[in-house]
Structures are given as structure tokens and as C-alpha cells.
């Protein structure tokens, strides 16, 4: 039988030990204090901590998992997520020191190609020193990400014969495949994109059970959820008329939502997407995505955007 460690937390809060057995208590509270001493901001130490995340997920199930990370470091996923991409991703690279932690971060995020990493190390290894601008020349190097404007976007009927921004197809489809009102497509076992309106029955009828978030961008104001905010926990509506929407503030408000309302393998809804970097960010916070959406060349952008990072798309039957 071990004994119980102290493990001090603010007043109003703190994690019920007393509800695992004595050896995972044990455990889980002397990792605690173990990884409080690691945050040292080293590169060692992103991956120590990243890696004892790790083993506590694996004892503790992501409910309880997250519940901890909140109470006893004020984490949310995102963050505890961005050490453990750097413990699988660095663990074994040598010269460390020659990382910036801000470039770490950005190299490890499971939307950074392989190559990019690769590249990344081999200068590294050669004595450059890799700072975030660094990182992520490299990684806008290999890869470009269209984000269509909220000024292009068209009424959920119309499918424009062409954009003011040419589209360049995937290398891996041919343009006769790109891509059909009605057709859908599987981004490797996670995501869904359905090209058509959410509120069809072909898209609802293929739908998944539960739902953890509903994120609408509609067209207009007066645009309506109807029965999909029935399927889900949780629904964000947005719907602007600015033109010079800041895509990363967007981004930052969708990566707070994510962290506020949805769990690891938890499926999140997609009514419309304005960003095809949205995909993306809900992929590196382990969300499963499905998503419709009208608009021909949005389909064709998000498509676009994943087989730029090396990643599976095909069209399903």
C-alpha cells in the first residue's frame, strides 16, 4: 500500500484522488508533482512533461485525464495536447537546444508534414538555430492553405462557376472528380466533408448519434440551426458582414470553443466552413470532424488544403 502524497491546490478547487485506488492516487499525484518541477521552459523538459502526460492519460481516461490538467496546472487540452506532440514527435531528435520552444510547438502539431519536421532536423543537425520564423517558413514553404473570404462567399444556392482566387487541384484527384453537389469525402478515419446543405436529409441521415459542438458560419443572419441543434451538446452560430475578418482571431475564438465544449474523439459539426484551416485545427485537438458545405470551390479548397499537408482524401461511394 503506498502512502498518499499532499498535493496542494487552490481552496476552491481540487481533484477527487480519493476516487482511484490507492496505487493509481499514488501515482497520478507524484506525476503532479513531478511535472510542476519540469516546467522549466527547456526543451527536456516540454518532453518529460509531454511524456508523463502521456502515461497519466493512459491510468486516468480522458474525462478524469482532463479534469486533472485543468484543476491542478490550469491547462486546457490544447496546451496539455501541445507537450505530448512534442514528446511522440522530438523524443528521440538530438540537439534540442538548437529549438526554440515556440518552434517545437509548431513542428510538432499533427497538421505539420513529416517533411516539414525532417527539414526541419537536418538543419538542426547541421548547427541552425530553428526559431519560430524559422519553423514556420519551412512549414509555409511545403505547404499553402487557401482561406476563402467572407466577402466571396455566395447564397447557399448558387455554386459560382469560378472564384476571384484560381484554385490549384489536388495532385492526388483529377479534375474530373472535383467535385460534385451531393458527393461526399472521407479525410483518412476522422472526417467527413459532405458537399451540399446541412440541412438535406441525405447529410442528416448519415450524421453521427452524438454530437459534442455545432459550428454554423451561415450566409446570413437569419439562418437557422433547425433540427441539427437537437443533435448536438453545444451550437456557435457566426454570421458577419465585415470584409476584413481577422482569420486567426477567427481561429483563436474556434480554438477556445473546442477547448470549452468538446473531448478527445468527441464529434464536431461543421455548417458551412469558412476556413479550410479550421479542419485542421479541430484535427490537432483530436476532434472528429464532419462538414457540409455548398459552395463547389470551398469543397475544393478544404480538400485542397489536406493533401497539402500529405494526408489521405478520397471520394466515397
Not at 479525410?187 to 438535406?200: A, K, M, T, V
Request: net charge negative; with cysteine.
Amino acid at each position: 500500500m503506498h502512502s498518499v502524497l499532499s498535493v496542494k491546490t487552490e481552496a476552491s478547487k481540487s481533484f477527487d484522488y480519493a476516487s482511484l485506488d490507492d496505487d493509481t492516487s499514488y501515482y497520478v499525484q507524484q506525476q503532479t508533482e513531478e511535472i510542476r518541477g519540469l516546467m522549466k521552459k527547456t526543451a527536456q523538459g516540454i518532453i518529460e512533461i509531454g511524456q508523463r502526460l502521456i502515461e497519466v492519460k493512459k491510468r486516468l481516461g480522458y474525462g478524469k485525464y482532463r479534469q486533472w490538467i485543468e484543476v491542478e496546472f490550469n491547462w486546457g487540452k490544447s496546451t496539455a495536447n501541445s507537450f505530448e506532440n512534442v514528446a511522440r514527435r522530438f523524443s528521440d531528435v538530438q540537439n534540442l537546444d538548437n529549438f526554440a520552444l515556440s518552434a517545437l510547438y509548431e513542428l510538432a502539431a499533427p497538421s505539420t508534414p513529416e517533411r516539414v519536421r525532417e527539414e526541419a532536423i537536418a538543419r538542426s543537425d547541421s548547427g541552425e538555430f530553428i526559431s519560430y520564423t524559422t519553423a514556420k517558413e519551412i512549414k509555409q514553404k511545403s505547404t499553402s492553405i487557401i482561406a476563402i473570404h467572407p466577402k466571396e462567399r455566395q447564397p447557399l444556392s448558387v455554386v459560382p462557376e469560378k472564384t476571384e482566387t484560381p484554385i490549384s487541384y489536388p495532385t492526388t484527384l483529377t479534375k474530373s472528380q472535383l467535385v460534385q453537389p451531393g458527393s461526399w469525402w472521407q479525410f483518412e478515419e476522422r472526417h467527413l466533408l459532405y458537399c451540399g446543405d446541412p440541412h438535406s436529409s441525405q447529410f442528416q441521415a448519415r450524421l453521427p448519434q452524438q454530437i459534442a459542438l455545432v459550428i454554423a458560419f451561415p450566409a446570413t443572419a437569419h439562418w437557422q440551426l433547425g433540427n441539427l441543434a437537437l443533435r448536438a451538446k453545444s451550437a456557435l452560430t457566426l454570421s458577419s458582414t465585415y470584409q476584413d475578418l481577422d482569420l486567426k482571431l477567427l481561429r483563436d475564438l474556434i480554438q477556445n470553443a473546442l477547448d470549452l465544449y468538446t473531448d478527445e474523439g468527441e464529434t464536431l459539426l461543421f455548417s458551412y466552413l469558412l476556413d479550410p484551416a479550421l479542419l485542421l485545427l479541430a484535427h490537432d485537438l483530436d476532434c472528429h470532424c464532419t462538414i457540409a458545405e455548398p459552395n463547389r470551390d470551398r469543397c475544393e479548397a478544404i480538400i485542397q488544403a489536406w493533401t497539402q499537408i500529405g494526408r489521405k482524401v478520397e471520394l466515397k461511394k
